[in-house]
């Protein structure tokens, strides 16, 4: 999978919302690693995602447009 710009940006948008959703959202002490740690894994998350979507039985890797 070629790493487009259009991934690049859902990437960072999924980042920024999940990272805000969890850092505004909790009182504990360690707020920020939290916060990270899970839209890190959320990106991570959804770039395996679009790898295994994109995969065909052929071997070709389709584009998602």
Known sequence: ??????????????????????Y???????????????AVAAVVGLGIGMWIYSKNKDGNHPDFD
């Open 24 to 38: 505004l959202g909790n009182d504990a002490p360690d707020k920020l690693s939290r916060a990270l740690l899970t």
């Open 1 to 22: 999978m070629t790493f487009k710009p259009k991934y690049i940006v859902f990437g960072i948008i999924t980042f920024v919302i999940i990272f805000l959703m969890n």
